[in-house]
């Protein structure tokens, strides 16, 4: 079989002696955060609850404030609670909350999920002032006394996303990667829709966070590599704990030669340390997320996280029977094939043969 394979200590040997800082301050600072879990999670006394809760508010704001001055200087990464005006933050905490929430079960994740990847096209894509426009002349219901037509003003954003490729690394990140681009599709004077390129990446979990692996499966991914040359190519996976996948595959496109116009990353959480690993590794690379979380644990889960973002969305596979890519999207219903039907168009011809 045909593999490329990244190590942990390779994406380390990107970051700079004050990443290494930075990301050791948060380590510590999450020490005392787990000191806190520890107590609330035992503690019958109402006193050193609070106590503790107090401490908690005071942590996670102490290690937001470090993860913004981080950020501050690094344009690659774009943190959507740290850039938009004040009142748009309660959405996304709230919607973050209901993500994390062990109580919230398949079919609301993948609604919270839509709305997550809608703020972040916002977020890179939004209009700027002075910006273009475009109108959209749409034919409604009504036709008495004749046909009824109606006149949309809306930012004209072509040149940003018709140029544009969805990049999937599977599971996880197949739906959002559909959501992403429908909302291209949609956003497009034109009604663009991407291409898909499909890689099947994983990391071998039996290593630790150090000595972590990633390992790109070759013949079981499925991209036309002419579509890739010259292009936006845009990746949408939920979770960014390590970064070592979205480098895996980039990575491997720069050794075949290919030149991408830019490369964006699009989570609905990541990890400081992933986000800082993405950007010094790749060039043109911007990392847009909704919401930094501080951590790391030793298997390489993000801290507070949210858990397998892939199995919350698709469901968990049979361990010894794991589904192909036709199987999820089957998995997904009539709803979601309805919703995205141009998308699943371009992913079935994808996989079933016509650009392999």
């Known amino acids: 079989m045909s593999k490329v394979i990244l190590k942990a200590e390779d994406l ?4 700079t002696e004050s990443d290494r800082a930075s990301i050791s301050r948060m380590d510590k600072f999450y020490r005392e955060v787990m000191t ?3 107590l609330l999670s035992v503690t019958h006394s ?4 609070k106590r503790e809760e107090e401490n908690l508010i005071r942590l996670y704001n102490d290690m937001g404030g470090l993860m913004q001055e981080i950020c501050k200087n690094e344009p690659g990464i774009q943190v959507y609670s740290f850039l938009t005006p004040q009142e748009s933050h309660p959405e996304a905490s709230r919607l973050i909350a209901k993500l994390r929430d062990l109580r919230t079960e398949n079919e609301e994740f993948v609604y919270y999920i839509q709305r997550a990847y809608e703020m972040l096209f916002k ?3 939004g209009g700027r002032p002075g910006s273009n426009k475009n109108y959209l002349i749409v034919k409604t219901p009504v036709t008495i006394p004749v046909q009824n037509y109606a006149v949309h003003k809306i930012t004209n954003i072509d040149d ?3 140029n544009t490729v969805m990049c999937v690394m599977l599971r996880g990140a197949l739906l959002p990667s559909m959501i992403m ?3 291209i599709e949609e956003y497009s004077s034109h009604g663009y829709v991407t291409p898909f390129a499909l890689f099947r990446i994983r990391r071998d979990d039996t290593k630790h966070e150090n000595d972590m692996e990633y390992i790109l499966d070759l013949d079981r991914s499925f991209f036309d590599m002419s579509q890739l040359d010259g292009k936006d190519l845009v990746f949408a996976d939920p979770m960014n704990a390590t970064g070592g996948s979205l480098v895996t595959v980039v990575k491997y496109l720069l050794d075949q030669g290919i030149k991408p116009r830019s490369v964006q990353f699009f989570n609905v959480i990541a990890a400081i340390k992933g986000a800082l690993r993405v950007v010094r590794a790749l060039e043109h690379c911007v990392v847009y997320t909704l919401w930094m979380d501080p951590v790391l644990n030793e298997m390489a889960y993000i801290l507070p996280g949210l858990g397998d973002a892939g199995d919350r969305i698709n469901g968990r596979d049979m361990e010894q029977y794991p589904r192909n890519i036709i199987q999820l999207v089957a998995d997904y219903g009539a709803n979601i094939a309805r919703l995205y039907r141009a998308q699943l168009r371009e992913i079935e011809d994808t ?4 650009n392999r």
Not at 351 to 354: A, E, R
């Open 351 to 354: 996989v079933l043969g016509k």
């Open 181 to 183: 681009s429908k909302e």
């Open 46 to 49: 109402e006193a050193e609850k």
């Open 12 to 15: 380390d040997g990107f970051l």
């Open 123 to 125: 977020l890179a894509y």
């Open 36 to 38: 806190c879990f520890s």
């Open 160 to 162: 940003k996303i018709e």
